[in-house]
């Protein structure tokens, strides 16, 4: 496979990713009651329904397939690396990229699944996943600190 075949799949790749993450924000990001009416209409009614239904599904299946895309991302890059760099590169350094880019897919995946989990009780709640900075303000948390909220943290909600 040429270095351009790789590039065009690291851009396919980075497309995936895109999509996960932009897929993840508009069907967690729509106030439920948006979400109840285009559940019962139109294209794509049945993935409304699951949203509604099973949330936490869903939010499985868009973080996994974005992992994936992510995942499969690094090992093209680490590959060209490796191709345009030659011996020049050596095994540890391929290795220390290899570490350093997972770190970073798995550490903004974490991020975006625990946003999500407020995001989503924001949205069953409240009507919006994107009152969850409301939310950790009110409860006197920090963005990174609503990254490592244990299970079953109580949490206070704002009037409707």
């Known amino acids: 496979m040429s270095n351009l075949s790789l590039v065009f799949l690291l851009i396919i790749f980075l497309a995936l990713s895109a999509f ?7 069907l967690f990001g729509l106030p439920r ?9 139109g294209a794509g009614a049945g993935l409304f329904k699951q949203v509604l239904e099973a949330p936490h599904r869903v939010l499985v299946g868009i973080l996994l397939g974005n992992t994936l895309a992510n995942v499969a991302a690094t090992a093209v ?3 060209l690396l490796f191709r345009l760099a030659g011996e020049r590169l050596t095994l540890a350094g ?16 974490g991020f975006r699944s625990d946003l999500g989990r407020l995001g989503e009780l924001c949205a069953e709640e409240l009507g919006s996943a994107s009152r969850w900075r409301e939310v950790a303000t009110l409860n006197g948390w920090t963005e990174d ?3 490592r909220l244990p299970p079953n943290t109580a ?6």
């Open 20 to 26: 996960f993450s932009a897929g993840e924000t508009a």
């Open 33 to 41: 009651l948006r979400l109840r009416r285009l559940a019962r209409q």
């Open 77 to 79: 890059t680490a590959l």
């Open 94 to 109: 391929l290795v220390a990229v290899q570490v350093l880019a997972v770190s970073f897919v798995e550490f903004s995946t």
């Open 145 to 147: 600190e609503v990254t």
């Open 155 to 160: 949490v206070k909600l704002p009037p409707h």
